[in-house]
Nanobody, 114 residues
């Protein structure tokens, strides 16, 4: 298993959209997206199982969509109607893994301006 690598972050205005990608997300793994803003604890955002079942935190429900492309070993997070409170470093994670730090990517910065 290669290191998870997030990409797609950037600076957008409120109401805009971004799509994050997490490379090296094997199809057999349950995957999650998490975020951490300065001074805050890392919080769960969304999850997708190996079977494609999805769940979302209340704060992003209806705005974010998690999906995966098994052929590309990639998990996505489509973020629409972004708000300034969505500003954070976003991480992908292999849920249930016993790999220590290897279960996390390095993160990608999302900044939403008002």
């Amino acid at each position: 298993q290669e290191q998870l690598v997030e990409s797609g972050g950037g600076l957008v205005q409120a109401g805009g959209s971004l799509r994050l990608s997490c490379a090296n997300s094997r199809s057999i793994f349950n995957m999650g997206w998490y975020r951490q803003a300065p001074g805050n604890q890392r919080e769960w955002v969304a999850s997708i199982t190996s079977g494609g079942s999805t769940t979302y935190a209340d704060s992003v429900k209806g705005r974010f969509t998690i999906s995966r492309d098994n052929a590309k070993n990639t998990v996505y997070l489509q973020m629409n109607n972004l708000k300034p409170e969505d500003t954070a470093v976003y991480y992908c994670h292999v849920d249930g893994a016993r790999w220590g730090a290897r279960s996390w990517g390095q993160g990608t910065q999302v900044t939403v301006s008002s």
